[in-house]
């Protein structure tokens, strides 16, 4: 029981990184390229505006993060019987 609890979680932890390289990939990075433009006016200093929309886009996951991190830190429990400090 142990074993098949373990590889269904390890699996869903899988699929959230897959759907995150998807969602980057497939929908992300064109929306950015395309706000940024299609013209490429790139010389060798400056980034082209695909590097810019892929650079843009990788720091979509981390503030998402960031954002659920303190969604649960803020609205969680501490443990299964409640919050530590209202614990007796």
């Known amino acids: 029981v142990a074993g098949t609890a373990n590889a269904l979680v390890a699996g869903w932890g899988n699929l ?6 998807v969602i980057m990939g497939s929908v992300l990075f064109p ?14 200093i400056d980034m082209s505006h695909k590097d ?25 429990d501490d443990s299964p019987k409640g919050n530590y400090r209202h614990r007796k």
């Open 52 to 76: 810019r929309a892929w650079r843009t886009v990788c720091i979509v996951p981390g503030i998402v993060s960031i954002i659920m991190a303190y969604a649960i830190i803020k609205h969680s």
């Open 16 to 21: 959230g990184g897959g759907v995150t390289q």
């Open 31 to 44: 929306l950015f390229k395309w706000m940024y433009g299609e013209v490429d006016n790139s010389n060798d």
